[in-house]
């Protein structure tokens, strides 16, 4: 059966069929990682920009690389759909702004756990139900990060739906006036030792749960929210690809 949002089925991807998923949330950073960390990588589908790719790591492992879109609600379409077709494993790869003064711009952040804060979560789990990583997945993020001598930083993640109101952003957004609730949200959570900001872990972490597979998460850090609002454009890119190299290396090392 063709899944509707995917765009394709379980026959579409061959005999050497993919248990693991590599998720982005821009359809350029799946090509990117596809044309550029895969062989033999061919598109499976564009329906709505949420492109898909199926290749290979050099080992001769199957990788499907989907395009998740922004936020969690795509989110959770997408990865219901992917476990559909059999995936079991599945690291996103995303941005992130950091709301600790020691993690830089350029770093990378791997999630052991989410401060979920999601309204799709709640869909699949209460919300005391735990957000957290494979711990065998976040192992192997963190190990490929040290052998490839990358900044990288372990701890929890706050995830929220919004990327102004609810990343507390005042002088970049249309809407000045927060509501009391959201006040003072960033310095409270990094009292709490919260790392950054993102948008997709926690639900993605809660479905892994959940649907019973395995779900790990490392992010490109491109704000510094200590200092400003703004992403800092002119290191996005290598930020990103660091992030990249490190989940490719730890699909190398992991068991599918």
């Given at each position: 059966m063709t899944l509707y949002h995917l765009n394709f089925d379980r026959h579409r991807l061959g005999t050497n069929f993919p248990v693991v998923s590599l998720l982005s949330g821009e359809p350029e950073r799946s090509q990117y990682i596809a044309h550029n960390y895969l062989q033999d990588a061919y598109l499976l589908s564009n329906y709505r920009?949420?492109?898909?790719?199926?290749?290979?790591?050099?080992?001769?492992?199957?990788v499907l690389v989907a395009t998740s879109g922004i936020g969690s609600p795509s989110l959770?379409?997408?990865?219901?759909?992917?476990?559909?077709?059999?995936?079991?494993q599945i690291i996103r790869v995303g941005t992130c702004g950091s709301i600790q003064p020691y993690v830089n711009v350029g770093s990378v952040i791997i999630s052991q756990?989410?401060?979920?804060?999601?309204?799709?979560?709640?869909d699949i789990a209460p919300v005391e139900y735990p957000a957290v990583a494979d711990p065998f997945l976040t192992v192997a993020l963190v190990q490929s990060a040290q052998e490839l001598q990358i900044d990288y930083h372990l701890g929890i993640t706050a995830s929220v739906d919004t990327f102004y109101e609810g990343q507390e952003r005042i002088s970049s957004s249309a809407n000045p006036h927060l509501l009391s609730r959201?006040?003072?949200?960033?310095?409270?959570?990094?009292?709490?030792?919260?790392?950054?900001?993102?948008?997709?872990?926690?639900?993605?972490?809660?479905?892994?749960?959940?649907?019973?597979?395995?779900?790990?998460?490392?992010?490109?850090?491109?704000?510094?929210?200590?200092?400003?609002?703004?992403?800092?454009?002119?290191?996005k890119d290598s930020a990103v690809d660091k992030a990249i190299q490190v989940a490719i290396r730890a699909l190398e090392k992991i068991e599918l």
């Amino acid at each position: 059966m063709t899944l509707y949002h995917l765009n394709f089925d379980r026959h579409r991807l061959g005999t050497n069929f993919p248990v693991v998923s590599l998720l982005s949330g821009e359809p350029e950073r799946s090509q990117y990682i596809a044309h550029n960390y895969l062989q033999d990588a061919y598109l499976l589908s564009n329906y709505r920009g949420l492109s898909s790719y199926l290749g290979y790591l050099p080992n001769g492992k199957p990788v499907l690389v989907a395009t998740s879109g922004i936020g969690s609600p795509s989110l959770s379409i997408i990865v219901n759909e992917l476990i559909q077709l059999g995936i079991r494993q599945i690291i996103r790869v995303g941005t992130c702004g950091s709301i600790q003064p020691y993690v830089n711009v350029g770093s990378v952040i791997i999630s052991q756990g989410a401060l979920c804060r999601q309204g799709a979560a709640l869909d699949i789990a209460p919300v005391e139900y735990p957000a957290v990583a494979d711990p065998f997945l976040t192992v192997a993020l963190v190990q490929s990060a040290q052998e490839l001598q990358i900044d990288y930083h372990l701890g929890i993640t706050a995830s929220v739906d919004t990327f102004y109101e609810g990343q507390e952003r005042i002088s970049s957004s249309a809407n000045p006036h927060l509501l009391s609730r959201l006040r003072g949200i960033t310095q409270e959570y990094r009292h709490l030792n919260i790392l950054n900001y993102e948008m997709e872990a926690g639900t993605l972490f809660k479905m892994a749960g959940v649907y019973g597979f395995s779900a790990g998460c490392v992010c490109a850090t491109i704000a510094q929210r200590t200092e400003t609002e703004d992403i800092i454009l002119d290191q996005k890119d290598s930020a990103v690809d660091k992030a990249i190299q490190v989940a490719i290396r730890a699909l190398e090392k992991i068991e599918l």
